[in-house]
T-cell receptor, first 114, second 116 residues
């Protein structure tokens, strides 16, 4: 039972490079989301999706794109990496509406932008 | 917008003792869920306990229990018989039970140290 799988676990980029953080879940969850974790800030929502083909912005969406072509996958794209995007990124999923089930988190991706 | 406040950036407890972590939140909604997540040095986010706002009874999971005071908008976590493995960052989180945005709003966390 894999749960939520994030790849890669670590990545170093140069300013201006682009990359995609991968997230996949095998629990048939409707809801998926991306958070970033910065010291002293807790976790903040970047983007979320309530189902395939539907995405929306969270608190800190600038500089990131997402898409949801399948229920299982929810990749996060950094278009032009900036040092301010150095962070730990978490993908999470949960069942949909009217569910009290908690979100399941991946193990995180530590991203450093030089 | 909802906010979650954890007023204790750091706490420490002696092994086998009891510790309480504080959390307050601000919302105009009546139906919501509250969670405590644990993040050990491994970086995983592990659900500790959850509480539905419509339930008056406080949730309990083994050594972990909450004191949920809906009118005061308070949701504290009590850890009994603390163990070395309880050392971690603890996050309080809020989630609305209505609408289509099921985002979690997190507090900034409390770092718990357990002393042997």
């Amino acid at each position: 039972n894999a749960g939520v799988t994030q790849t890669p676990k670590f990545q170093v980029l140069k300013t201006g490079q682009s990359m995609t953080l991968q997230c996949a879940q095998d629990m048939n969850h409707e809801y998926m989301s991306w958070y970033r974790q910065d010291p002293g800030m807790g976790l903040r929502l970047i983007h979320y999706s309530v189902g395939a083909g539907i995405t929306d912005q969270g608190e800190v969406p600038n500089g990131y794109n997402v898409s949801r072509s399948t229920t299982e996958d929810f990749p996060l794209r950094l278009l032009s990496a900036a040092p301010s995007q150095t962070s730990v990124y978490f993908c999470a999923s949960s069942r949909g509406q009217y569910s009290n089930q908690p979100q399941h988190f991946g193990d995180g991706t530590r991203l450093s932008i030089l | 917008a909802q906010t979650v406040t954890q007023s204790q950036p750091e706490m420490s407890v002696q092994e086998a003792e009891t510790v309480t972590l504080s959390c307050t939140y601000d919302t105009s909604e009546s139906d919501y869920y509250l969670f405590w997540y644990k993040q050990p040095p491994s970086r995983q986010m592990i659900l500790v306990i959850r509480q539905e706002a419509y339930k008056q009874q406080n949730a309990t999971e083994n050594r972990f229990s909450v004191n949920f005071q809906k009118a005061a908008k308070s949701f504290s976590l009590k850890i009994s018989d603390s163990q070395l493995g309880d050392a971690a960052m603890y996050f309080c989180a809020y989630r609305s039970a209505t609408g289509s945005n099921y985002k979690l709003t997190f507090g900034k966390g409390t770092l718990l140290t357990v002393n042997p």
